[in-house]
């Protein structure tokens, strides 16, 4: 398996680092997973806030460029599918059993995703009905992935 994560924003926190770095570590013996982050776009030098997700889209949409076009395109939305971690890992499963190992996974910025987006995705993903600040998204997406591993593989979670 591999994982991309591209997500609108930067962590700025050291906190938010620490735990990224931590699930980023543990996931390595697992899958190759990158982070590629786009620059968030202000609304208010963009002219509005859907000309900043159109400037987001577009970065997000040429980091997609860049890696291999049969990539499957998971965004994160409020509107996606949830799963139970079980299921997840499932999921991920079926896509590296069918061809699809390569997997890019969205998290858009403050304002959401742009329309261009949401069309180039396979699938749309939750975690919930709640709106995540995207950094937490990013922490919960690097721990679902790990957890998705250690479950498919029938080793223990440690907490």
């Known amino acids: 398996m591999r994982f991309t994560i591209i997500a609108v924003g930067k962590l700025k926190e050291r906190f938010w680092q620490d735990a990224c770095a931590e699930y980023l570590k ?37 980091a997609l460029g860049a890696l291999s076009p049969k990539t499957h395109v998971i965004v994160l939305a409020i509107e996606g599918k949830q799963h139970t971690s079980e299921a997840f890992a499932a999921h991920l499963d079926d896509l590296g059993l069918y061809g699809q190992s390569d997997i890019a996974f969205i ?46 593989r029938g080793e223990p979670y440690h907490k």
């Open 26 to 62: 543990r996931i390595k013996p697992y899958a190759k997973t990158e982070v590629i982050e786009i620059a968030d776009v202000d609304p208010a030098r963009a002219g509005s806030v859907a000309a900043a997700r159109a400037k987001e889209g577009e970065a997000i949409l040429h």
């Open 107 to 152: 998290i858009g910025g403050s304002d959401g995703v742009d329309q261009a987006v949401y069309a180039r995705a396979s699938e749309l993903l939750s975690f919930g009905k709640i709106t995540l600040p995207h950094n937490l998204a990013r922490v919960v997406l690097l721990e679902q992935l790990y957890r998705a591993q250690k479950i498919s």
